[in-house]
Every structure is written in structure tokens, then in C-alpha cells.
């Protein structure tokens, strides 16, 4: 298909909340849950553990990262990640709760308590920063568009400024949006990327922007209709948003991130939700802020 090619040169580089309890679908092994763990009283590593359950925010509309399946549960690579960062906790992802995060809501769950951690296609910023805490990155990613089959207005993914006059749909509140309005006023936002797909085939809008493999996901989804332009004009380095100030936990979770390049199980995570669609790329240095 055609979005494969704009991934080859990249793949080298480095609302009402729904919650489901369960593991995902697809074809993945679950990761192996430590079962003789103790952390320091007081941390948050000690009280999950302590719990036996973890509440994760995630996307329900995202191929490949972040879906719901067809028995309810979210299926994608995110969701692999939040399992290995259960399993490291001593929780098998069995005791996981789901919580569906939209791009406008992930800092204000963080911050009202909703969820333990947000795995949710989750772009590390300055501004997002001010307000949480991020562990990663896990995954860096890069912004480009998904046009109708031919791309009919010759959009280029590495320059923004071919969009022109066309109209360029995105979601609220994402770094996708603040990106773009940097070259045209001519976007229209909608809750879900997902929610892009009907504007563009009835021609009120173009084009939608975002992370290419968001866009990868929703072209393998409809084949035949979409594809992603070649290149990209932005880095995008996703992380795993968590409480301002907890150290303690952020720690834990970039060793637990670490671990899993050097073991295996991040690139069986990615192997089992990515890999039929994207080559597997390095796994990006954690940030030790």
C-alpha cells in the first residue's frame, strides 16, 4: 500500500471517560508479572502494587496504537506498553483499567486523578510539561497528512506550506493543530482523528494532519480510499504522562522502559500491533529530565 513507502526512511529514526477492565486482543504474549516485588513505602509504585490494579489512559480510536477491539478492550502498541509497565508492578493485565483519554482531556485526568498514567499517542512539550510529568520517550513519531487515494492537491508531507488554500482537518487541543496553524488559518478540529475521515470524503475538508503513524493506521483501516503523503515536518516524541512532581514513579517507568529494549519485549510489543504494517524502528533514548 501506498502509506508504506512515506514510513521506509522514517522507520530507522529513532470526553466522558469509558473504561474497560482486561487484557487487549491481537496476537501478542502477555508480559511476564514480577511476582516477588517490593518498592519503598510511600511511592506509588508501593500503593499500585499494594492495589493490585492500575488505571491507564488510552486511545479507543487509534489503529495499531490505541483501539477498542471487538469484544471492548483497547488492542495497539500503546497498550503493550502499558501492560510491560503493569507486569513490572507486579499487576497482571487482567487487573488494568482502561480508560478511554481523547487529545483535549489527558492533562486534566492526570492532574484530577482519573488515571495512574496516560499511554495515549501523547507528544512530549514544554507546555504539557508545565503541568505533568512525562517518562520516555517510547516512540518518536513524525507529523504529516492523509489525503484522498492520488493525492489530489499534491500535498507534500515535509512542507506544510504546499497545503495551500486546502482546508486541513485535526483534533482539539493536539500538538498536531498547534503545528499546523503555524501555516494556514484554514483548519476545522473535530474530538477524534477518526472524526477527520467523513469531512475529507465529503470534501469539507482536504486533508487531516497528525502523527504518520496515527495516519497509517486509519489508511490500513479503509483501504482504497486515503494515503499518507511522503515525508514528514515535525519529531514527535511520544511519551507516558503521569503526576507533576513524582519522580519516584517517572523513574521506575523509564527503567521499566529501558529494560524492555535491552529484553525484548518492546520490540515484541511492537512486532505484535505495528509490525504487519510499519519495519520496526531503534527505540528512542529515555529523557532523564
Given at each position: 500500500?501506498?502509506?508504506?513507502?512515506?514510513?521506509?526512511?522514517?522507520?530507522?529514526?529513532?470526553?466522558?471517560?469509558?473504561?474497560?477492565?482486561?487484557?487487549?486482543?491481537?496476537?501478542?504474549?502477555?508480559?511476564?508479572?514480577?511476582?516477588?516485588?517490593?518498592?519503598?513505602?510511600?511511592?506509588?509504585?508501593?500503593?499500585?502494587?499494594?492495589?493490585?490494579?492500575?488505571?491507564?489512559?488510552?486511545?479507543?480510536?487509534?489503529?495499531?496504537?490505541?483501539?477498542?477491539?471487538?469484544d471492548?478492550?483497547?488492542?495497539?502498541?500503546?497498550?503493550?506498553?502499558?501492560?510491560?509497565?503493569?507486569?513490572?508492578?507486579?499487576?497482571?493485565?487482567?487487573?488494568?483499567?482502561?480508560?478511554?483519554?481523547?487529545?483535549?482531556?489527558?492533562?486534566?485526568?492526570?492532574?484530577?486523578?482519573?488515571?495512574?498514567?496516560v499511554?495515549?499517542?501523547?507528544?512530549?512539550?514544554?507546555?504539557?510539561?508545565?503541568?505533568?510529568?512525562?517518562?520516555?520517550?517510547?516512540?518518536?513519531?513524525?507529523?504529516?497528512?492523509?489525503?484522498?487515494?492520488?493525492?489530489?492537491?499534491?500535498?507534500?508531507?515535509?512542507?506544510?506550506?504546499?497545503?495551500?488554500?486546502?482546508?486541513?482537518?485535526?483534533?482539539?487541543?493536539?500538538?498536531?493543530?498547534?503545528?499546523?496553524?503555524?501555516?494556514?488559518?484554514?483548519?476545522?478540529?473535530?474530538?477524534?482523528?477518526?472524526?477527520?475521515?467523513?469531512?475529507?470524503?465529503?470534501?469539507?475538508?482536504?486533508?487531516?494532519?497528525?502523527?504518520?503513524?496515527?495516519?497509517?493506521?486509519?489508511?490500513?483501516?479503509?483501504?482504497?480510499?486515503?494515503?499518507?503523503?511522503?515525508?514528514?515536518?515535525?519529531?514527535?516524541?511520544?511519551?507516558?504522562?503521569?503526576?507533576?512532581?513524582?519522580?519516584?514513579?517517572?523513574?521506575?517507568?523509564?527503567?521499566?522502559?529501558?529494560?524492555?529494549?535491552?529484553?525484548?519485549?518492546?520490540?515484541a510489543?511492537?512486532?505484535?500491533?505495528v509490525?504487519?504494517?510499519?519495519?520496526?524502528p531503534e527505540?528512542?533514548?529515555?529523557?532523564?529530565?
Amino acid at each position: 500500500m501506498k502509506f508504506k513507502k512515506a514510513f521506509t526512511a522514517f522507520a530507522g529514526l529513532a470526553a466522558a471517560a469509558l473504561v474497560l477492565t482486561g487484557c487487549s486482543g491481537g496476537d501478542s504474549s502477555e508480559p511476564e508479572v514480577e511476582s516477588d516485588v517490593s518498592f519503598e513505602e510511600g511511592t506509588t509504585m508501593a500503593q499500585l502494587n499494594a492495589d493490585q490494579s492500575i488505571t491507564i489512559g488510552v486511545k479507543f480510536d487509534q489503529p495499531l496504537f490505541g483501539l477498542q477491539g471487538p469484544d471492548g478492550t483497547p488492542e495497539g502498541f500503546d497498550i503493550e506498553i502499558g501492560k510491560i509497565i503493569a507486569a513490572k508492578l507486579g499487576i497482571p493485565a487482567e487487573n488494568i483499567t482502561w480508560t478511554e483519554t481523547v487529545s483535549q482531556n489527558r492533562e486534566p485526568f492526570i492532574q484530577q486523578g482519573q488515571v495512574d498514567l496516560v499511554i495515549a499517542t501523547y507528544t512530549i512539550n514544554d507546555e504539557r510539561k508545565e503541568v505533568i510529568d512525562f517518562a520516555g520517550p517510547y516512540y518518536v513519531a513524525g507529523q504529516s497528512f492523509l489525503v484522498p487515494e492520488g493525492n489530489p492537491l499534491g500535498i507534500d508531507g515535509s512542507d506544510p506550506e504546499s497545503v495551500g488554500d486546502a482546508t486541513i482537518c485535526t483534533v482539539t487541543g493536539s500538538t498536531s493543530e498547534d503545528n499546523i496553524r503555524e501555516y494556514t488559518d484554514n483548519v476545522i478540529t473535530v474530538d477524534k482523528y477518526s472524526d477527520c475521515l467523513e469531512p475529507i470524503r465529503t470534501g469539507e475538508a482536504d486533508a487531516l494532519t497528525t502523527d504518520n503513524v496515527i495516519l497509517a493506521g486509519l489508511v490500513d483501516q479503509n483501504e482504497g480510499e486515503f494515503e499518507v503523503t511522503e515525508g514528514t515536518f515535525t519529531e514527535e516524541p511520544y511519551g507516558i504522562g503521569l503526576e507533576k512532581g513524582d519522580q519516584e514513579f517517572r523513574d521506575f517507568i523509564n527503567d521499566t522502559l529501558e529494560e524492555s529494549y535491552s529484553d525484548g519485549a518492546w520490540e515484541a510489543a511492537w512486532t505484535s500491533t505495528v509490525g504487519d504494517i510499519l519495519p520496526t524502528p531503534e527505540p528512542p533514548a529515555v529523557d532523564r529530565y
